[in-house]
C-alpha cells in the first residue's frame, strides 16, 4: 500500500550524539585543545615578560626597533649604557647619531639603526608632544617601526592585547599547525580569532619563549614542552608532555 500523501517516512533514531567541539579556522585545534594549551603556558610562565630592557615606552620603542635581526641579549648589552644618559627623545637627540651609533655598534646593521633613533625621536617631539603614541597607526608612522615594533609596544607599554610575530611564532604558527600562514600577517590574523580571549594578553609572550627555548628552530626539545600529548607537528618525538611545574622567574637585561 502506498504511504499517504503528505506523510513523511518515520526516520531511524539516531544513536547517543557524540560531543563535537568546533573546529576553529585555519587551525589544526579545536577550542578545548586551544584552551587547555594556552592554560598551560599560563601555569609554566604565570607572568611572562619580554626580553628586551627599557625603562619607559620611549627606550621599549628604541629597544624593539634595534632588535631587527640581532637578538634581545645583543641589543640589552647594547643599551645598558645608552639609555643611562638618553632615556627620552630629547635627551637622545642631545646624544646625537654618531654618539648613538658609538653605543650601538655590536648590533648588525648600527649604522642605519642609529639614524632611525635619531629620526625616530625627533618625529616624537614634532607630532606627539615627546610622548610615544598608543595606536598602530601612529607608531608606524615613526621612522624604523614596523607593524610588529608597533604590537610590542601596545602590549607591553599599554597593556592592550595584540600579536607580535616574530620568527618563533611564525615558525610555531606553521610547525604545530597552530596558525599556518606564509606571512606574519596571515599568522597574526589567525591567532587573533583562535586564541581565548581570556589568554590573549600574555599569548605572544608565551609562544615567542616557548619558541626560544623548547621549540627551537633547528632541533625542538620535546621532551621539555608541556604540550607535547597535544602538538599536532609531524616533527615531534614524542607524546608524553613534560611535567607541568611553573619555571623560574626570567631573567632581564
Not at 9 to 24: D, I, N, V, Y
Not at 96 to 109: Q, R, W
Not at 209 to 235: F, Q
Request: glycine share 6%; with cysteine.
Amino acid at each position: 500500500m502506498e504511504a499517504s500523501q503528505g506523510k513523511k517516512p518515520t526516520a531511524k533514531r539516531a544513536g547517543p550524539a557524540k560531543k563535537r567541539t568546533r573546529r576553529l579556522p585555519r587551525t589544526k585545534y579545536t577550542q578545548d585543545e586551544l584552551r587547555e594549551m594556552f592554560r598551560r603556558f599560563s601555569i609554566q610562565r604565570p607572568e611572562p615578560k619580554g626580553e628586551l630592557a627599557h625603562v619607559n615606552p620611549y627606550t621599549l620603542v628604541v629597544a624593539v626597533a634595534l632588535s631587527a635581526q640581532a637578538t634581545d641579549a645583543g641589543v640589552n648589552r647594547a643599551t645598558r649604557d645608552l639609555f643611562k644618559v638618553a632615556d627620552t627623545p630629547e635627551k637622545m637627540l642631545a646624544l646625537g647619531e654618531e654618539k648613538v651609533g658609538d653605543y650601538i655598534k655590536s648590533i648588525g646593521l648600527w649604522r642605519n639603526k642609529a639614524k632611525n633613533v635619531i629620526a625616530l625621536s625627533q618625529k616624537l617631539i614634532d607630532d606627539f608632544g615627546g610622548e610615544v603614541p598608543q595606536t598602530r597607526e601612529e607608531l608606524t608612522k615613526l621612522p624604523g617601526v614596523g607593524r610588529k615594533t608597533a604590537n610590542v609596544v601596545m602590549s607591553m607599554a599599554f597593556g592592550i592585547p595584540t600579536m607580535a610575530v616574530d620568527t618563533h611564532i611564525l615558525r610555531i604558527g606553521n610547525r604545530i599547525g597552530l596558525a599556518p600562514g606564509k606571512t606574519p600577517d596571515e599568522v597574526e590574523a589567525i591567532l587573533m580569532k583562535v586564541i581565548p580571549e581570556e589568554y590573549l594578553y600574555h599569548a605572544h609572550h608565551w609562544l615567542i619563549l616557548h619558541g626560544r627555548y623548547t621549540c627551537k628552530a633547528r632541533k625542538p626539545d620535546c621532551v621539555a614542552c608541556v604540550i607535547a600529548d597535544l602538538c599536532k607537528s609531524k616533527e615531534k618525538t614524542t607524546s608524553e608532555p613534560a611535567p607541568l611545574v611553573p619555571l623560574p622567574p626570567q631573567v632581564i637585561g
